[in-house]
């Protein structure tokens, strides 16, 4: 055989195969630059229908948004569990951007609650939902550790995953019928992998992350879209950070680009580094090593929060 013979076909696997890697990293770029610098920034708008609703509205990320979607002009529904911040976040939505709101003063812990909020909701064209409200643990701890766990388990369960199933039940249907309609579904990203010491805080999170994906695979052909929404940390009162920084933004700052993606991702990060981080850590980490970073990192915290509690 001539050596023609045998390198013209491992010349052209190696050429086909060069060609196909171009074509994948041209696409990730293309894909990149269409999510995190063209965006998708004006689909969330009035023209959705004329209410916004969105559950933990009074802090953090929940009240980030409440205040963006009335700056797009939406009126807001506010659901948290004071009355009295209900009411100063609507005063203040109503004075800044000149839009109605409403509130409905629930405990999300309780599962008997719905009721009250089908009333709430009652006869609103409710255009977009966002179930932002969540809780998660005072400090990391080993899972027989937590204090009054019973109740705990109950709670999470009840705040993170039961008020995304009930509060899409009350509010898809009508959407449907109008054949548009988003709903955001808050995550996080210690739902992309189990995260040992927060383990209850973030199954609950997967839950929401699959439940997401498989409600708007149902019903994106009826013209909605449910997005899961899976942050890395934002400062607020749930994180205790105080100071903003690229990769740990404050909620105006973090909101403000995960509705640029909507429309163009079912399941997203929302945030370019934190897009960076998710990449990383699911990609190019395999799963076991992030598990053991993710335990060392909160068993160093879990030491802290314990010795500083001794001292006081
Ligand atoms: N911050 C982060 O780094 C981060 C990262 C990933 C995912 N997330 C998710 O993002 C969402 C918002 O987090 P956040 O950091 O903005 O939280 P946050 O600052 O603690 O605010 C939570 C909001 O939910 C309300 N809320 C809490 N428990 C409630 C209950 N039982 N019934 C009714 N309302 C209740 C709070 O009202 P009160 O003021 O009355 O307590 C507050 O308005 C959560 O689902 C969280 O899991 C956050």
Redesign the pocket.
Known sequence: MRPFDVEAPVFWVGAVTLALLFVWLLWIVLAGLRVWVLGNGRLVSTRLGKWAVVT????????AYAEELARRGFAVMLI???QE?LDDVSRSLESQYKVETRTIA????SADIYPTIEKGLAGLEIGILVN?????YPYPEYFLNIPNLNNFVNTVIN??ITSVCQMTRLVLPKMVERSKGVILN?S???GMYPVPLLTIYSAT?AFVDYFSRGVHAEYKSKGIIVQSVL????A????KIRKPTLDKPT?ERYVSAQLNTVGLQSQTNGYFPHAVMGWFTTILVPVNVVIYFAMQMHKAQRAGYLRRRKQC
């Open positions: 933990g509205a009074t802090d953090g990320i929940g009240k948290s569990r004071s911040k629930v405990d999300f812990a932002n409200v969540g809780i998660s705040v993170n808050i996080s990203a210690s999170k942050p890395f940390f934002v607020t009162k749930m994180t909620p």
